[in-house]
């Protein structure tokens, strides 16, 4: 895998797996409130405890793929993977910095992205991860 950052398409791949991965995460969701509303006696949970218990669902969801291979599903399809500055598999600490700085401020960690020199966002320098991609291979 090598780095690119200069291109549109760096940016563009980095949200594209971001929705794909949402999608999924959204599944996810789906799934968490419906056992959650089975115990609940088949009322909806007004909690807004609940709320906080979908975003520590999201956190597990993207911590255990970066720790697990660097990617999500959303990455491996967009072929970009997220590795630590030394290139190693991500620490658990580096998992909460890049989750609450890249929810936290969402638009403004890409915006920043798009201005950098590295092309790294908020929430990688944060974390003190990058993002690698692979371009397609071309076959003879």
């Not at 090598?2 to 789906?30: E, K």
């Not at 255990?64 to 399809?77: I, K, S």
């Not at 970009?80 to 936290?104: A, H, M, N, P």
């Not at 990688?124 to 071309?138: C, G």
């Amino acid at each position: 895998m090598q780095i690119n950052s200069h291109t549109p398409s760096y940016v563009v791949r980095r949200l594209m797996a971001f929705l794909y991965d949402s999608l999924l995460l959204i599944a996810v969701f789906f799934v968490v409130t419906s056992v959650s509303i089975a115990f609940n006696g088949g009322v909806a949970i007004q909690n807004h405890a609940f709320k906080l218990v979908l975003y520590v669902v999201g956190f597990f969801f993207f911590s255990w793929f970066w720790r697990h291979g660097g990617q999500t599903l959303g990455m491996q399809a967009w072929r970009i993977k997220v590795v630590s500055d030394s290139d190693e598999k991500l620490s658990y600490e580096q998992c909460v910095k890049r989750y609450l700085v890249g929810t936290f401020l969402f638009g403004i960690t890409l915006i920043v992205a798009i201005f950098t020199p590295s092309g790294r966002g908020l929430h990688d320098m944060a974390s003190k991860t990058k993002i690698l991609f692979k371009n397609k291979e071309l076959k003879s």
